[in-house]
């Protein structure tokens, strides 16, 4: 059994001051330290299992109580900072690839229901949630939604394009780094590839209601990516000018 640190220090000196603050006094005994929790949540995500069958010999606490810890980390959006802060150290190494993107969609069950779950289409209407996702080059996570089952990839595309935040430099201070603007996220470079491809299937649309023969349309098709995926590229050089 593996009793490796799960955390290593300059990855908790990022998670530490994004954790929201114990309350001062609670009843019971002393509370088991954020950072084996932490050790417990990933070793549980890691390896697969269950949250009760986390063992206890490992000194990361219960499975009940790493949950609980992961619940007041979502509900404090510590993940989504740290997600961002990563993401923004990862851009000024160089380490993003924007030159192309992938999505992506994964099914998950969700027995007990909830705001976004439906009927899956690939487990027999059983209820389900679905992740939209969306990496760069090099399969780097980007962005996630989280939807019903039943919600198809394309009309979670452009959301998943919009919700890239522009990954500058991390700052010194990164829990009181501030938001994007608008403005800031309007002149940042988008992957161009996944904008190409909406265009195409547009295209393939189009090409279809006019009733185009299969050469025709084939060309058709052809010409207007290759237009598209110039003008994507003029702008972009415009812009990172």
């Given amino acids: 059994m593996s009793t490796r640190p799960w955390t290593a220090d300059d990855l908790w000196a990022l998670i530490e001051p994004l954790l929201p603050p114990r309350p001062e006094r609670s009843p019971g005994p002393r509370p088991m330290a954020d950072r084996l929790c932490l050790q417990g949540v990933l070793y549980v995500l890691y390896n697969d299992i269950a949250w009760p069958l986390l063992p206890l010999e490992l000194g990361f606490g219960s499975g009940q109580t790493c949950w609980r810890r992961l ?5 404090a959006d510590v993940f989504d900072q740290l997600h961002r ?124 209601l006019a009733g185009l023969d299969g050469a025709s349309y084939s060309t058709a098709l052809k010409q207007a990516a290759a237009a598209f995926a110039a003008s994507v590229a003029a702008t972009l050089a415009d812009v990172c000018s």
């Fill in 71 to 75: 619940e007041r980390g979502q509900q």
């Fill in 85 to 208: 802060i990563l993401l923004a150290e990862l851009n000024a190494a160089g380490e993003l690839d924007w030159s192309r993107a992938c999505v992506d969609g994964s099914h998950i069950r969700a027995k007990k229901g909830g705001p976004d779950t439906g009927p899956s289409p690939v487990d027999r209407r059983k209820t389900g949630s679905k992740h939209h996702l969306i990496c760069d080059g090099r399969g780097t996570p980007l962005k996630v939604i989280t939807t019903a089952a039943n919600v198809n990839d394309v009309t979670q595309t452009l959301a998943l394009v919009d919700g890239i935040r522009p990954s500058q430099a991390a700052p010194a201070d990164h829990a009181a780094a501030p938001m994007p603007s608008s403005a800031t996220r309007a002149t940042t470079p988008r992957p161009t590839t996944l904008v190409v491809v909406i265009a195409v299937l547009a295209a393939a649309v189009a090409g279809k």
